[in-house]
């Protein structure tokens, strides 16, 4: 043990519980038990691995209620998003407990004999999880690892622990074996550095900072291991004269300010183009002053607090850039913050730039189809966006041009089990989700027989 840390209730501030630190003796062990049991684990029959994962997403919906009032009370998300985060877990579940008897590999026609190829487990994975979405953000790490026959180490955000070491417990009561999945709570420094240099993990899915995310994959080098890495955006939402202005509009808020703006796909950048944006202000600014940001336990908040003292305040050196209107926000005890609309004069300034990970939006305009896509492209990020327009051969010429590893169309929404998910450029390395994510959780083995 390195000592405790104590969850506070981002909404009122108060102590919610101690939860023990792992030390790197702890670390070291649990990667051993964990690369004991992949000994186990790998060779299940698929069709008895693919029950366990089942019985794991029955245990999660079992206890989704409990999840989801957790998430509430250690992360500030509202009700509403807890629970769809509780069951996106059991669905990703679901979706790759149908892998195991899927696993195909391929027969290549070859002279001389038979080729066939596998995908063999890699062994032990570490999955580092950040504050933002802890329980979907595990999920979509464990779920497709252990499907493909990893075990799995997993660093929850030194912020927001308690639904990973709930996932820990489920995990065991569903039957999946000890040493298969074991959460580690701890510092990034020790537990989460301890998975990148200790030989027996063999791969890292990392989500988080950008700049963390540049360490450890220069960590990762060192032993060529595997890594995946779901980083920071600063994505646009664009929006063109000949879209539905009132939809676009009042999708908006939601886009940027779900989850107090902490979301790695928040469309915290909002192109208007130049005929439109007078009237997209006007409704814009009505949508943002309905957005209900109040007591997340309550099933019609639209946003709860922000996550700690620490990111409050490093939110607020956003502010130097003009406010076009706010939003409203309860005050007195917890880390609260109305919706705030910005309209920076300048695209070097630092709130267009940067991603905030809070409830700030800049918003501006633009002259033309090719000026949107510029203005769109010019950022090392490339995570999501939006294209809100009533012409589809429009909405697929600059779906095409905008570097981005998620788009929607007339839609905000980026994220669904089904389909790929992940960044350009620095915003991340590799794809997670949909029908390819054992690919990155396999490595593929060729083997040829001679029939000679
Ligand atoms: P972070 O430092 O990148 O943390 C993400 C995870 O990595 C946490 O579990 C963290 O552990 C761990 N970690 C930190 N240093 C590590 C290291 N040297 N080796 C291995 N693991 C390490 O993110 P943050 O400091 O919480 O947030 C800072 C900013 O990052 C935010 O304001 C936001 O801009 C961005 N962010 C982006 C995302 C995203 O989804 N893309 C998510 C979170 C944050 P600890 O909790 O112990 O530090
Ligand atoms: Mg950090």
New binding site residues.
């Given amino acids: 043990m390195s000592g405790i840390y104590q969850v506070i209730n981002p909404a009122n501030e108060s102590i919610v519980t101690d939860v023990d630190l792992a030390d790197l003796a702890a670390v070291d062990a649990a990667i051993e038990k964990a690369d004991r049991a992949f000994k186990t684990w790998r060779t299940i029959a698929p069709g008895e691995r693919a029950k366990l994962l089942r019985a794991f997403a029955q245990e999660v919906t079992n206890h989704r209620q409990e999840l989801a009032m957790l998430e509430v009370t250690n992360s500030g998300h509202t009700i509403s998003n807890a629970l769809w985060e509780a069951d996106n877990v059991a669905n990703v579940l679901n979706y790759y407990s149908a892998a195991p008897e899927r696993l195909f590999g391929r027969q290549i026609p070859v002279p001389n004999g038979i080729d066939i190829t596998f995908k063999e487990p890699l062994g032990v994975v570490g999955v580092?999880?950040?504050?933002?979405?802890p329980m979907p953000?595990a999920g979509w790490g464990f779920a497709p690892a252990l499907a493909a026959g990893n075990t799995v180490v997993l660093?929850?955000?030194?912020?927001?622990p308690l639904t990973a070491i709930k996932l820990g417990e489920i995990a065991l009561k569903a039957g999946i074996p000890e040493g298969v999945f074991t959460v580690i709570p701890?510092?990034?420094?020790i537990?989460?550095?301890r998975?990148?240099t200790h030989p027996k993990v063999r791969k890292i899915v990392?989500?988080?900072?950008?700049?963390?995310?540049k360490?450890?994959m220069a960590?990762c080098a060192e032993q060529v291991k595997r890594v995946t890495l779901?980083?920071?955006?600063k994505s646009a939402n664009v929006i063109f004269a000949d879209s539905d202005l009132e939809k676009a509009a009042a999708a908006a808020p939601g886009a940027v300010f779900d989850n107090a703006g902490?979301?790695?796909c928040a469309r915290s950048r909002i192109l208007v183009e130049k005929k439109a944006f007078d009237k997209f202000m006007e409704l814009f600014e009505s949508a943002v002053k309905k957005f209900r940001v109040e007591d997340p336990s309550l099933a019609t908040a639209e946003m709860g607090p922000l996550i700690s003292k620490k990111?409050f305040e490093?939110v607020q050196n956003y502010l130097n850039e003009p406010v076009a209107f706010k939003g409203s926000a309860p005050s007195g005890k917890g880390f609260w913050m109305a919706p705030t609309v910005l309209q920076p004069k300048s695209t070097d300034s630092k709130s267009w730039r940067e991603?905030?990970?809070?409830p700030v939006v800049s918003v501006m305009p633009f002259e033309d189809e090719a000026d949107a896509i510029a203005k769109a492209n010019d950022t090392d990020f490339g995570?999501s966006g939006s294209i809100w327009t009533r012409d589809s051969a429009k909405a697929i010429r600059v779906s095409r041009a905008i570097e981005s590893g998620n788009l929607s169309v007339n839609s905000n929404s980026s994220v669904r089990y089904w389909t790929p998910f992940g960044g350009y450029k620095q915003?991340?390395l590799g794809r997670e989700l949909g029908p390819d994510a054992l690919d990155s959780f396999t490595e593929v083995k060729n083997v040829f027989i001679n029939t000679d």
């Fill in positions: 580092i999880v950040p504050w933002n979405f953000i660093k929850p955000a030194e912020y927001t701890g510092k990034g420094s537990v989460g550095n998975f990148v990392f989500t988080g900072s950008t700049e963390v995310g360490s450890i960590g779901e980083l920071g955006g902490q979301d790695c990111q490093s991603e905030i990970f809070g995570l915003s991340g």
